[in-house]
């Protein structure tokens, strides 16, 4: 396994030190668990924001959403335990294309 290096301040690398102690593992494991779940966030950050885009290009292409207010009160009427019917999507219009300046 390749090595890496990370230079920590000596104020960090004490917090690293005792929380490391604390939990009874070893700073190395400390830092691999971290950096772990950064990574994890990171890309569940990045899926989330390519899902978003990839629904803000479906809209924009066929002009149909389903309108904001009517869904929250079907998830709550849902999450009371109410039977409800999901909103239909609405033609709210395609986007006009902008032409650039003369």
Do not use: C
């Not at 102690?21 to 989330?48: K, N, S, W, Y």
């Not at 479906?58 to 909103?87: C, H, K, N, T, W």
């Amino acid at each position: 396994m390749p090595n890496l290096s990370v230079k920590l301040d000596e104020a960090m690398r004490q917090r690293l030190h005792d929380i490391a102690m604390q939990e009874g593992v070893t700073p190395h494991a400390l830092m691999l668990r971290a950096i772990g779940r950064e990574l994890d966030r990171a890309e569940a950050e990045g899926a989330f924001v390519r899902r978003a885009l990839q629904a803000r290009q479906r809209v924009e292409a066929s002009g149909m959403a389903i309108d904001g207010p009517a869904f929250g009160a079907y998830l709550r009427a849902r999450v009371r335990g109410a039977s409800a019917q999901r909103p239909t999507p609405q033609d709210i219009g395609k986007p006009e294309s902008k032409e650039p300046d003369a």
